[in-house]
């Protein structure tokens, strides 16, 4: 029997719709990851009355609560209150996180503002956990069997405490002995109905959970089942269905696959994009040791900045801004002014406006220049609203260079 | 008195996290918008029993309960099932849904398969509401003065579903009598606890519901009230104690408030960024029309890429690459390049790695180059991880210019 969790985000902004909850699902997956049934969500709003009704109603319930949200300094921030109301505990002042709070604010040569003070309390029957991401202190509290831990609603600092702090604290609970496996797969290149298709019918049983996760041109499988040997029997499926199409067996994104391979082969890259405005960089330079292997971009989004590239105006007059010869022109004009081994380029209309029958909004091309001084580009037409359109272009461009370089 | 209103969402993949449930988000969003009190979300597992208990619980507290998901043809779905099992009804048969989906099929030469009759099913007391983007069959249930709105998991079925079937009933239920009104002010370049200063305690009553959310070195206040007039004396006093901070009076975000004025001066920007690796190009061309009024970037990443760029290799030798002199050049080189009115420049350490004592992570030099050739350059410490450093910065270049062309 698996023991069992709830989830409880507190803020009327989540009931309000003002933010999507994003957290939750992050909870959900690591928390069914690491083994419990993930029994039920809730939001409730910002007032204890909310809080302790909610609380109670899960404590009965399950096992684990996890509580985010609600923990920082401005008056409708009550988390603290409710669940301390719930335990009938008052709050207590915890004197080194003030003086972590001093120190922050001292940085900036400020003093701790009077409500930023309330953040160094927590309920007296918890234990603080230190957030090093940020200001708010999150706590825990164990009753008997059960646990409730509050954090930070702030995705980034939910998600950094959890591996820092809550994980710990719930192997040092509960062990690995319920720890279910797990199994990752990372795809580019491949549908979802293809990869069902492809998997087959023989492929499914009641032995595994098995998950599939879209997303802009990527797909994730994950794969949970309690026996190791039921993944080893399910990997070397996959391996065999799904072959050329996998890129990882981890949550590694695509963008880290090719760099992984650049820096093992000493090899960099530039690019040189219009539609998708500087995402494409982006998306390559959200990793850290991006350095090693990326030279630089160009957001070429005016005529007359691809020109500055080295696109003669003469392609851009005779094939028009998005063509197949301007996105080769793009790649191989970056590859050698930024003195790359390889150079993307892309060229497309994103939307809504600009589009025409011939060239219609979701027309993108990609052009991939090589250290040989070849270049070839590929023509696509995505689906979707402007931010998808970029987002899948990006991901596609990412999809031919690793094919170019696996 | 507002009338109440509590989201659920049915299914696995959802409490998993396999999903971000941004259902809840949208509709959170329009029956707020329409005049509820959004007052819960719950997520329940794919099961009868679970699905029974959570609406009996709403039933109790709230007028309106919006249900979503467990409306397909696979044997996990059980909504309908459940939904009847709360009232104690049984499924009954729609004769004119099963010819709908035997239309659909026909289109694709196919017979209803036997799993995808069970769509044409609902339960007794419920009112069938026809999805004309799918599928799966919607159905409303009023039980007294409340009302029980079943609507498919696919968020644009759902999306499309509301508008197309939800807002008229709920328009012919309520009118528009209890619509709440709404005051939204979006700022930059202050802190959520010096917004709160600024406001003061004299500035909070009862008479409405306020909500601050900081994101990224941008804020937003959204305000719900009854009466308009509420809003009105709100909005003077908002207007006279942050005014130089408020750069929009509804959602939009600070690139787009850029977009409006330089469009406006027929003004255009060129961007160089180093640590913050296409970001900022990206945040202004993930608006359409940005076109009009940005001419390309810069993505100079590495030393020789900034030296392509215009930026002496003696000035990077002296003061290094990130300096407030290598963000001044940056900005100059990239606004005369692609000839614009204004160039930005920002060099820094986004982390984790390539931090020292002298120049931290989170150090970064923002370069801002007028028309009129003049340049100056800020300094900022920004906290967090590397997503975060390149935000705030991204964020924090746009402030800069906001300020200066305002």
């Known amino acids: 029997m698996k023991p069992t969790a709830a989830i409880l985000s507190v803020g009327n902004e989540v009931l309000r719709g003002s933010v999507v909850n994003t957290n939750a699902a992050f909870l959900g997956r690591e928390l069914s990851g690491f083994g419990f049934e993930v029994i039920s969500h809730a939001v409730c709003a910002d007032s204890q009355e909310a809080i302790r009704f909610r609380l109670g109603e899960m ?30 505990v008052p709050l207590v002042f915890s004197a080194p996180q003030f003086r972590r709070l001093q120190k922050v604010y001292k940085r900036f040569g400020k003093r701790v503002p009077l409500l930023v003070k309330r953040e160094a309390f927590y309920p007296e029957n918890a234990k603080p956990l230190i957030n090093r991401f940020g200001i708010a202190l999150g706590f825990s509290i164990e009753t008997g069997v059960k646990i409730v831990i509050a954090l930070p609603g702030v995705p980034s600092e939910l998600k950094n405490m959890y591996f820092d702090v809550v994980l710990p604290l719930l192997k040092k609970k509960y ?3 319920f720890k279910s496996q797990k199994l990752i797969v990372r795809m580019a290149g491949i549908s979802e109905p293809d990869v069902m298709k492809k998997l087959g019918k023989d492929f499914f049983d009641d032995s595994f959970d098995f998950g599939i996760y879209p997303s802009a041109g990527e797909i994730a499988i994950r794969i949970l089942a309690d026996k190791p040997e039921v993944l080893r029997r399910l990997k070397k499926k996959v391996a065999t269905r799904l072959k050329d199409r996998i890129y990882a067996w981890d949550e590694t994104p695509l963008s880290a696959a090719i760099g992984k391979i650049l820096t093992r082969k000493r090899q960099t890259l530039a690019v040189a994009e219009s539609c998708t405005g500087g995402l494409l960089a982006s998306r390559v330079t959200a990793l850290s040791g991006a350095s090693v292997y990326f030279r630089g971009g160009v957001v070429a989004y005016h005529a007359n900045v691809k020109m500055n590239l080295g696109v003669p105006a003469k392609l851009i007059k005779e094939h028009g801004e998005v063509s197949s010869q301007v996105a080769i022109q793009l790649a191989k004009s970056v590859r050698i002014r930024m003195g790359s081994s390889f150079g993307l380029g892309l060229t497309g209309v994103a939307g809504p406006g600009g589009g025409s029958s011939k060239k ?3 027309l993108v091309y990609i052009g991939l220049a090589s250290p040989d001084g070849t270049a070839r580009a590929w023509k696509h037409v995505f689906w979707g609203e402007r931010q998808q359109v970029q987002d899948k272009a990006a991901t596609k461009a990412l999809e031919y260079l690793w094919r170019k370089i696996r």
Chains 1, 2 share one sequence.
């Not at 319930?61 to 335990?87: K, S, W």
Request: no cysteine; hydrophobic share 40%.
């Open 59 to 88: 404590l009965r319930r399950v096992d684990l609560i996890m509580v985010m949200g609600g923990l920082g300094p401005t008056p409708d921030d009550v988390t603290r209150e409710g669940i301390a109301a719930h335990f009938k």
């Open 175 to 177: 062990g690995d002995l």
């Open 360 to 362: 219609p909004v979701g």
